[in-house]
């Protein structure tokens, strides 16, 4: 038996305790302990970006970061852009373009697209694409999701 | 389920592995937890390596550029120290996977894994890199090209950890790192590491056997040839006569014997027409 453990996580700027055990996963965490279901469990291997989270303004895999290791962290989940002007944007245009379809994807590609674009306001078609390369989506053929990061970096940009 | 153990000093963290012969090291992460998430490893204790201050970032020494084992990809990918001959292992660690896993996987991570066809072992493999190794019985160096010893056997033995790669200080010449593979970030089909030193080229292939291809001597006997396409193809055939590559769901064996001298031709080409960033 392992013994359970509190932690003190920071998530989307509130402070909240949670047990966990040894050497479980923050995906694990976020979705089981503490309700939070725009995270979703894909691959659980680090190939899909479905449960990608910002830790420290960071875009990572939540489920192959443990929650031990992320005390006294800054971390965001979607629900923590919701006064984001960049965040607001990028939602804007993907529903728009059509770019969402079953939303399995999208907090994880919205995540990765609104860091992206915080590194570089002006990205090229080619830069997205990179950018996004570590999100997949089974639905849209991706078109739609580059087009709606694109013209929102445009309008941003204005 | 395993315990996290998150030692402070390398000395803490190899006695741990030497009196626990089932727990594993964790570095970033990014390999060691998806194996786990998939049943493919057990362990008793994970042991984070994050909290020892001694194996993080980069820095210029007397002796050469040094990478500490838990400096993650992107680091190393924006690093501007890693110039000139020293480009090829900034490039590889840009090429690796995509941007959220090169934000948590790290140098040593990689290197110790020691999978095949990733990207840091040939581009360390041509520049001569050094990697130091901590353990029970003190520290000691090994060259990169001895660091693999079979298919993802390394000359780590028994509570050793890998605490730092060195690279020679760069010189002003070009390096460049190439791979073909499926999509953009997936590991390597074939891929091929070169530095220009002088008149002679020093490259190292990928992802074709253990660990990567090096051959100084036929390295030497290219020197000052590397215009002359029946000189190029003899290399790249002695280079070639040194794999030993295998079937898998990133092409055959034959398939990657025949990418070996495009990849060796197509980057000395890329390196003369100055094609690459220095």
């Known amino acids: 038996m392992t013994r359970k453990t509190l932690l003190t996580l920071t998530l989307n700027g509130e402070d909240t305790d949670v047990a966990t055990q040894g050497t479980v996963t923050l995906l694990e965490t976020l979705r089981e302990d503490m309700g939070v279901l725009s995270v979703k469990r894909g691959c659980n291997q680090g190939v899909c970006g479905s449960c990608t989270v910002v830790i420290d303004g960071a875009p990572v895999r939540s489920c192959l970061t443990l929650s031990a290791m992320c005390e006294g962290r800054d971390l965001r989940t979607i629900e923590g852009y919701e006064a984001d002007r960049t965040m607001k944007c990028l939602q804007k245009h993907l529903i728009e373009s059509g770019g969402i379809q079953c939303g399995f994807c999208t907090s994880g590609v919205l995540l990765s697209a609104q860091t992206y674009l915080t590194e570089n306001a002006s990205p090229n078609r080619a830069e997205v694409k990179s950018a996004l390369s570590g999100n997949l989506c089974r639905c849209t053929g991706y078109r739609t999701i580059v087009d709606a990061v694109c013209d929102a970096a445009e309008e941003l940009a204005q | 389920m395993s315990e996290l153990i998150r030692p402070d000093t390398i000395e803490e963290a190899t006695q741990f592995l030497v009196s626990h012969p089932d727990a594993r090291v964790l570095a970033g992460g990014a390999t060691?937890?998806?194996?786990?998430?998939?049943?493919?490893?057990?362990?008793?204790?994970?042991?984070?390596?994050?909290?020892i201050h001694d194996l993080q970032g980069i820095e210029k020494t007397p002796k050469g550029i040094r990478i500490g084992a838990m400096t993650r990809h992107c680091e190393t990918a924006g690093c501007d120290l890693l110039t000139g001959s020293l480009a090829v292992v900034r490039q590889a660690a840009g090429m690796i996977a995509n941007r959220p896993v090169r934000n948590m996987g790290t140098m040593g991570g990689a290197v110790s894994n020691a999978d095949p066809a990733a990207?840091?072992?040939p581009a360390l493999a041509c520049v001569d890199a050094i990697a130091t190794i901590a353990g029970p019985d003190g520290r000691r160096d090994v060259a990169i090209t001895e660091f693999v010893e079979d298919w993802y056997e390394t000359a780590l033995g028994e509570g050793e950890i890998l605490v730092s790669i060195t690279l020679p200080l760069a010189r002003d010449e070009p390096s460049l790192y190439r791979k073909v593979a499926r999509v953009t970030g997936d590991y390597a089909t074939a891929s091929c590491a070169m530095a220009m030193d002088g008149d002679a080229v020093r490259v190292a292939i990928g992802a074709c056997g253990p660990g990567p291809i090096r051959d100084t001597d036929a390295e030497e006997e290219l020197r000052g040839n590397l215009a002359n396409p029946d000189a190029v193809s003899a290399f790249a055939a002695r280079l070639a006569g040194l794999a030993d590559p295998i079937d898998d769901v990133r092409g055959s064996a034959e398939y990657r014997l025949a990418l070996i001298p495009r990849l060796i031709r197509a980057g000395l080409k890329m390196m003369q027409t100055a094609e690459v960033a220095k």
């Open chain 2, 32 to 51: 060691l937890i998806a194996m786990r998430n998939a049943g493919l490893v057990e362990m008793s204790h994970l042991v984070s390596l994050s909290g």
């Open chain 2, 119 to 121: 990207d840091y072992l």
